[in-house]
């Protein structure tokens, strides 16, 4: 089963779209990362959000977590092809002893 | 900001060979380090926890005498393919954890292991 349910896998959009990827669980999580992932690369962290109904900000990106801690969102504004990558949701479920569960990825690819 | 190194970025090696792949945490110490592989275009799928100074916890169908994890220290992990095969082909990640105030992980850039 899969702990962590991101969504959608695959996203293909036109540069200045608007575009969000959900992650939800049944789980309760102490703490979820969001990464994007260039080929070849490791994930880069983007943000980590740890208290229930936070959001953050950076540039076009917004991040969500909800109140119950099970689920987050990243909304991108104004997506530009710079943006393109994989996607990766992440969280330390409560009691894991720091073990990440990731999603299954979003492949997003943003065409000029 | 936190440094992973993993070395090296990219083996080729010989069926039945042994391939060893270092992860290296440059300026904080990990007592947690992670193993991940990663197939084209899908997510991290965690193979094992390593913790220093004692023995690895492995992922449900991980085979532990195929993927050697030791961390002997607390900046050092190794994982050793045995007796590669071309199936272990894949894209290998490491990821550290520098404790509880250091929330998110740092990654190394992987190791993607070619078996012919």
């Known amino acids: 089963t899969q702990l962590l349910e991101q969504s959608p896998q695959f996203l293909s959009i036109q540069e200045g779209e608007n575009l969000t990827v959900y992650c939800n669980s049944s789980?309760?999580?102490?703490?979820l990362q969001w990464y994007r992932q260039e080929p070849g690369e490791g994930p880069v962290l983007l943000v980590t959000?740890?208290?229930?109904?936070e959001v953050k900000k950076l540039k076009r990106l917004t991040f969500q977590f909800g109140d119950a801690r099970k689920d987050s969102s990243l909304h991108i504004t104004a997506a530009q092809p710079g943006d393109t990558g994989l996607y990766l949701c992440a969280g330390e479920i409560l009691g894991s002893n720091y073990k990440l569960t990731f999603g299954k990825g979003t492949l997003l690819t943003v065409n000029p | 900001g936190a440094v992973v190194s993993q070395h090296p970025s990219r083996v080729i090696c010989k069926s039945g060979t042994s391939v060893k792949i270092e992860c290296r945490s440059l300026?904080?110490?990990?007592?947690?380090m992670f193993w991940y592989r990663q197939f084209p275009k899908q997510s991290l799928m965690l193979m094992a926890t390593s913790n220093e100074g004692s023995k690895a916890t492995y992922e449900q169908g991980v085979e532990k005498d195929k993927f050697l994890i030791n961390h002997a220290s607390l900046t050092l992990s190794t994982l050793t393919v045995t007796s590669a095969h071309p199936e272990d082909s894949s894209f290998y990640i490491c990821?550290?954890?520098?404790?509880?105030?250091?929330?998110?992980?740092?990654f190394g850039s992987g190791t993607r292991l070619t078996v012919v």
């Open positions: 959000v740890v208290t229930g109904g």
């Open positions: 300026d904080f110490q990990a007592t947690t």
């Open positions: 789980s309760v999580f102490s703490s």
């Open positions: 990821s550290a954890n520098g404790g509880p105030k250091m929330y998110g992980y740092t």
